[in-house]
Each structure stands twice: as structure tokens, then as C-alpha cells.
């Protein structure tokens, strides 16, 4: 049976996944669609930042993470003068180490869609006087939803899964950091077999559904497409 540590590790990880997947549902569409769109001589490196964590061993990206959220570097001072506490190791740290790696699985699926989107609906929306945020918030993303509903699956399933950048920045503290894939990972290191398959099991149902939803949700708005 489940103990209370791993059903704290359950709530903590679909908080931590909820709050991941809101941030980059308002960020990355509009950096998709600039990444569409933008002719900028910067914008391959911008792309290449972007994927990093696509193909950057996670507790590399981790580690260097870890550094930047300390007190003695730039970005972990200025967190600190906001806030009394330190982003390393702590829920908060978690929140914007996941952002960051879950970023491509959110913007590449948008930035996809935005990038094969008939331009004839973007010369309506501008003689009709919308703006281009205007457009892509009140006219594209109704018509591209199936998209945007695969990006925020894509990107709350993959922080579900997230391990060494969580394990780097959150450390393994019960209540606080200890998320499903490290308390997982405690059990089978302690031979608790038994709680690793609950675990274990948990998360696998949870990535089915996921998927049996996601694909289920575009077959039946290709079959109202074809019916049309």
C-alpha cells in the first residue's frame, strides 16, 4: 500500500507538473511563433538554446542550473532580493528548472503548426486590424487547439517524468523536492520492490491515458474534418 511520503511525492509532482505546464502555455506560444516567423539572423541560436534540452544530458543542464540558482552568481542574488530563500532546493527552483526543460516539448509542437498555418488567414486577421498577438491569442489558437492540446500534454507529461535536472536542483527532500521519479528511484535503491511497482504502475497508467486521450481527441476532430 501507499505511505504517506509517497502520496506527498503524488500531489508534489502534479503541482510541480500543473504549475510547469501553465507558465509555458502563456511563454511559449508567443516565442513559437516569433521562432515561425522571424527572419532575425539571431534566431538559429535562439532555436539552438531552445532544444538544448532535447539533447544536453539533463544532469548536466542540472549542474549548471545549480550554479546559477546559488547566491554567489547573478541570478540566485537577485532571486534572493526578492525572496528570503535560496532557488536551490527548493520548490521554487524545481518550477523554473522545469520550465526550462520542458520548454522545446512546448514550443517545438507550436512552432511546427504556426510554421505550416495557411498565411491567407493572417492577411484576414491584419484587414480586419488585429494585432500579431492579437491574431495569434483570439483567431490562430482556436483554429490550431488540437496543437496547443498536444503541447501542454507533451510538456506535463514530461515533467511527470523529470529526473536528474529535479534530482540536481531539488535534492531529495520529503515534502518539498522529493518528487515521483526520485522517491521511485529511493525504493528501488532501498530493494522496496513492492512500492516501486506501485509507483512505477501509477506512472505508467497515467502516460497511456495521457496518450489514449491525446490521439482519441485528434481522431475525432479528423473524422469531423472529413465529415464536414
Known amino acids: 500500500m501507499l505511505n504517506v511520503a509517497d502520496y506527498q511525492a503524488i500531489w508534489l509532482t ?22 515561425a516567423r522571424s527572419q532575425a539572423k539571431i534566431r538559429p541560436f535562439i532555436e539552438s538554446i531552445v532544444a538544448l534540452p532535447l539533447i544536453l544530458p539533463p544532469t548536466v543542464l542540472g549542474f ?23 532557488l536551490a532546493f527548493s520548490f521554487s527552483g524545481l518550477v523554473v528548472a522545469s520550465v526550462i526543460y520542458s520548454l522545446p516539448f512546448v514550443v517545438q509542437p507550436l512552432q511546427s503548426a504556426f510554421v505550416h ?39 506535463f507529461a514530461h515533467t511527470i517524468g523529470e529526473f536528474g535536472v529535479v534530482l540536481m536542483i531539488g535534492g531529495n527532500i520529503p ?10 528511484f529511493d525504493h528501488v535503491e532501498s ?38
Not at 515534502?175 to 521511485?184: D, F, H, N, R, Y
Not at 522496496?192 to 512505477?200: G, I, N
Request: aromatic share 16%; glycine share 6%; hydrophobic share 55%.
Open 14 to 35: 502534479l503541482k510541480l507538473a500543473s504549475l510547469t505546464t501553465i507558465i509555458l502555455m502563456v511563454v511559449a506560444p508567443a516565442l513559437a511563433w516569433w521562432l
Open 64 to 86: 549548471y542550473l545549480l550554479i546559477a540558482f546559488s547566491p554567489d552568481h547573478f541570478f540566485g542574488q537577485w532571486w534572493m532580493s526578492f525572496n528570503d530563500s535560496s
Open 117 to 155: 498555418l495557411d498565411k491567407s488567414y493572417l492577411e484576414v486577421c491584419a484587414t480586419l486590424g488585429y494585432g500579431k498577438y492579437e491574431r495569434l491569442y483570439k483567431i490562430i489558437f482556436p483554429m490550431l487547439l488540437p496543437s496547443f492540446i498536444i503541447a501542454g500534454a507533451l510538456g
Open 175 to 184: 515534502g518539498e523536492t522529493q518528487v515521483l521519479s526520485i522517491l521511485l
Open 191 to 228: 530493494l522496496e520492490y513492492a512500492q516501486a511497482h506501485q509507483l512505477s504502475f501509477i506512472l505508467l497508467v497515467f502516460s497511456m491515458s495521457v496518450l489514449v486521450v491525446i490521439y482519441g481527441f485528434l481522431q475525432k476532430r479528423q473524422q469531423r474534418i472529413l465529415n464536414a
